[in-house]
């Protein structure tokens, strides 16, 4: 190995959270705004999901435009200016374009070119997918300040029709930058998808395929077959906990905070017992934000850093599972 490699690899040992940044659009839309467009009710979100509001990015405002925010917010937070960064990672299934892809238009917004930027698709465990893969380059020396989002307007690809499914979903982005440090930082992260479960939770197009035959507006649209997604969510996430645990030779008790994916509260409360942990050490955000895919956990982990729950030293796992299915879990000293 060529000398400068060796160094690299000697001073970059750890990946480390420095910044984290969100967004959220302003117009919020509740349960009650929701009742008055189907047959629905306040009552029920509140008891099947925990959900209470969401935000929804208005027409004219796009997925990079909210990314940038959350990047130039996890920056800031930081003390670091955009051409720091030298790796863009960035989670969505919901891009601006085909290609560029949206880690490009976001690099292109930040005005840090050079360094890779990519964007992958792997729906709700987008962000915890981003997330290994930079702090892989960075433990490798390929990179010292990554930029990593997860950043959706799931609203677009909503059927606003289909109850089952509209009540669920809100938009929003998130990031953290990661730097080179020789403290730890992220310890471990683990990612897993069973493709054999891809009809239960999908997208009905997409540009290779295109369109279904006969296929009217509202185009393209999420379709899920909720109590198997649930079912299944339950049962993984609990596994990935017990590998997380396992594999840093860890106990429950030693997790401070769960950072979940915010798709239910029950299946939240699902894991945190599993852990055996009061819901008193899990940042859940699912009432305020609905289910917001990629954008959720970087979204919550924002929220418990900034309203100071959340403190250096802390060890926190963050797990996510999607449409796929994938799902996956990261272990980190903040
Ligand atoms: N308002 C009122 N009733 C509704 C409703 C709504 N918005 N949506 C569905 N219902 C009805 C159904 O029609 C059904 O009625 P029926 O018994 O007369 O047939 C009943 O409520 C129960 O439906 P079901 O789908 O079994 O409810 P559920 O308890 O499983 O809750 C979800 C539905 C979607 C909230 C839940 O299954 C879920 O959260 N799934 C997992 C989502 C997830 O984790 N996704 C992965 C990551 S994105």
Known sequence: MPRDAVQR?????????????????EQIVTNFDLERRMDTSDAWIRERTGIERRHIAP???????????????????????????????????????????????????LGCRGGPAFSLEAACSGFIYALAVADKFVRAGDAKH???????????????????????????????VLAASAEPGILSTHLHADGSYQHLLYCTGGPARG????????????????????KIAVTLLGRIVDETLAANHLEKSDIDWLVPHQANIRII????????????QVIVTVQEHGNTSTASVPLALDVGVRDGRIKRGDLLLLEALGGGVTWGSALLRY
Not at 153 to 171: E, K, N, P, V, Y
Not at 217 to 230: L, N
Not at 269 to 280: F, M, N, S
């Open 211 to 230: 369109p279904a035959p006969g296929n009217m507006p509202p185009g393209d649209v999420v379709r899920m077959a909720g109590s198997e997604v649930f």
């Open 146 to 176: 990554a930029l990593v989002v997860g950043s959706e307007i799931l609203s677009r690809i909503t059927d606003h029709s289909d109850r089952s499914t509209a009540i669920l979903f809100g938009d929003g982005a998130g990031a953290v």
């Open 269 to 280: 409360q699902a894991v945190a017992r599993k852990l055996g942990l009061p819901i008193e």
């Open 59 to 109: 027409l004219g405002q796009s997925n990079v435009d909210m990314a940038e925010q959350a990047a130039r917010a996890a920056i800031a937070a930081a003390g670091l200016q955009p051409t720091d960064i030298d790796l863009i990672s960035f989670g969505t299934t919901t891009p601006d374009l085909v290609f560029p892809n949206a880690g490009v238009l976001l690099q292109a917004r």
């Open 9 to 25: 690899r000697a001073f970059s040992v750890y990946s480390r959270i420095v910044g984290t940044g969100s967004y959220l659009p």
